[in-house]
Structures are given as structure tokens and as C-alpha cells.
């Protein structure tokens, strides 16, 4: 039977290539999002994959949420912690309100699920789990202590959680994409994004199917002696 891949965020941006690319490999794929329903349900018709709205952050939603999918659809084998949000200030403005969110969105929902798939995985002796950190989380950035401190830690979790899984046939892994053509980079204004295309050695912006193909080659059945990874998907952007 086809392997249950649960991808967060996984009905638009990045995470709807990871979605595609983790179907196109077989697996059978369920995608979570927050409220964008008609981007949900978009995205839920043209490949077929069921879709759930819950909130990543909230450790009891999810705890329903993942005992639905579990039951509608089988044990999940593949976990791809996609979602995130940024909430982008200097520290003169940035808010207790806008820290908080960005912590538990992007990094405290890797806990909230890796933790409610965690017995389950081991259970089973079979684990794939991939954490979307970012070249921010690497570099940091200016006007986004919030975000950069979630996506670095997502990079410490991925280590000391992929030696808790080593000899149970989990691997943990993350990747770390650089600036990506979605909606959550175009909000970026224009003139800043030109100069960060500039930065950028390989010359463009990446396509969500540069970060999926690493999902993909991370999730493999054949992928059990690749853990506690950070793959940097940039163009060149940041070495590391
Ligand atoms: P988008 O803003 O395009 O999509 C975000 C997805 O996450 C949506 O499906 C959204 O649901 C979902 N989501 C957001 N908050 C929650 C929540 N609280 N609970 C459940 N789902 C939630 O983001 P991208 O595709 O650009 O980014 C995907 C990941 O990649 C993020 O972790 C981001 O930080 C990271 N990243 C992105 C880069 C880029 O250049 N784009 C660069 C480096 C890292 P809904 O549709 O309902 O809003």
C-alpha cells in the first residue's frame, strides 16, 4: 500500500509542489492549510488529494486533526513540516503578538506533529520527516529576529531530533530554501526584490519544484542513511 504523506501548508506555494512531487512518487498525499479555503479546494481538484484545515500551531487542533487523517486515511509515514508564516519588523516594532505567532507557527508546529506522529513512526520501525527551514534561518535578516530565530531552530530540532530517530528507521532532515516565487515572497515590495535577485549567483528566484525535488529525494524509501541534514536549496545564495 502507498505510504500516507502528510504535507502542512501543502494546498499552495511551496508546499503544493512538495504535494505534487510526493504524488507523482506514489505516495498517497493529504495536505493541511490554515483558511485559504478556495486555494485548498483549488488545489484539492486538480490532484485529487484530500485536504484539512486546522491550525499548526495549536497543539490540541492538531491532535484532532491528526487522529482524523489517521482514521479517513491510514498511518502517517511521511511528515513534511511546510507551513509557516512571516510577521516581518525591526525590534523597535516587533510585537510579543507578532514573535509569538511566528515561533508557534513555524517551529512550534514541528514539535505539535513530529510529537503526535512520533510513536506511531516508531512504532512502525518507518519515519520520513522533512522541516522547511529557510536561508534566513542560516543568515538571519534584517526585520526578522522573529523568523530567523523559528527557522534556525527548526535546523537545531532536525539535529537533535534525527539522533532520537536514528535506530528506529526515522530520519529527520530539513531543508533550507532560499528566496522562492510564491505568494509569500511576492509580497516582498519590488526594488527590495530586485536587489535580492541580485544576490541570488544563479540569477532568479527559485521555482517551488527546486524545493520539492528535495523533499522527494529526502522522503525515499532508499533515503535511510540520510538524517540530521540541512539541505540548502538557494541557487548559491548562502553557502553553508
Ligand atoms: P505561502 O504563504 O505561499 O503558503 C503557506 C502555507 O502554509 C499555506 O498553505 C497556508 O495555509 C499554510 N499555513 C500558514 N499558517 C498556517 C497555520 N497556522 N496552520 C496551518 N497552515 C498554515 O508560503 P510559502 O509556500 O512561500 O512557504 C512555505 C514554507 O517555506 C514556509 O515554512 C516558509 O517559511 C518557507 N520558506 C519560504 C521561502 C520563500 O521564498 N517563499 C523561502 C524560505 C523558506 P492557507 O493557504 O490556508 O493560508
Not at 535546523?155 to 530554501?177: C, D, M, S, Y
Request: glycine share 12%; with cysteine; proline share 2%.
Amino acid at each position: 500500500m502507498a505510504r500516507v504523506a502528510l504535507v502542512t501548508g501543502g494546498t499552495r506555494g511551496i508546499g503544493a509542489g512538495i504535494s505534487k512531487a510526493l504524488l507523482a512518487q506514489g505516495r498517497t498525499v493529504v495536505a493541511s492549510y490554515a483558511g485559504n479555503d478556495a486555494a485548498a479546494s483549488a488545489f484539492s481538484q486538480e490532484t485529487g488529494c484530500k485536504v484539512y484545515k486546522f491550525d499548526v500551531a495549536d497543539f490540541d487542533a492538531c491532535r484532532a486533526a491528526i487522529a482524523k487523517i489517521e482514521a479517513e486515511v491510514g498511518p502517517i509515514e511521511i511528515l513534511v513540516n511546510n507551513a509557516g508564516i512571516t510577521r516581518d519588523a525591526t525590534m523597535k516594532r516587533l510585537t510579543r503578538e507578532m514573535w509569538d505567532a511566528v515561533i508557534d507557527t513555524n517551529l512550534g508546529s514541528c514539535y505539535n506533529l513530529c510529537k503526535l506522529v512520533w510513536d506511531g513512526m516508531n512504532a512502525r520501525k518507518f519515519g520520513r520527516i522533512v522541516n522547511i527551514g529557510s536561508v534566513n534561518g542560516q543568515a538571519g535578516q534584517y526585520g526578522q529576529v522573529n523568523y530567523a530565530a523559528a527557522k534556525s531552530g527548526i535546523h537545531g530540532f532536525t539535529k537533535a531530533l534525527a539522533q532520537e530517530g536514528a535506530r528506529g528507521g526515522i530520519t529527520v532532515n530539513a531543508i533550507a530554501p532560499g528566496y522562492v516565487d510564491t505568494d509569500m515572497v511576492r509580497a516582498v515590495p519590488q526594488d527590495v526584490l530586485e536587489k535580492i535577485i541580485g544576490r541570488i549567483p544563479v540569477g532568479r528566484l527559485g521555482h517551488v519544484e527546486d524545493i520539492a525535488r528535495g523533499v522527494a529525494f529526502l522522503t525515499a524509501d532508499d533515503a535511510s542513511f540520510i538524517t540530521g541534514s540541512t539541505l540548502s536549496i538557494n541557487g548559491g545564495q548562502h553557502m553553508y
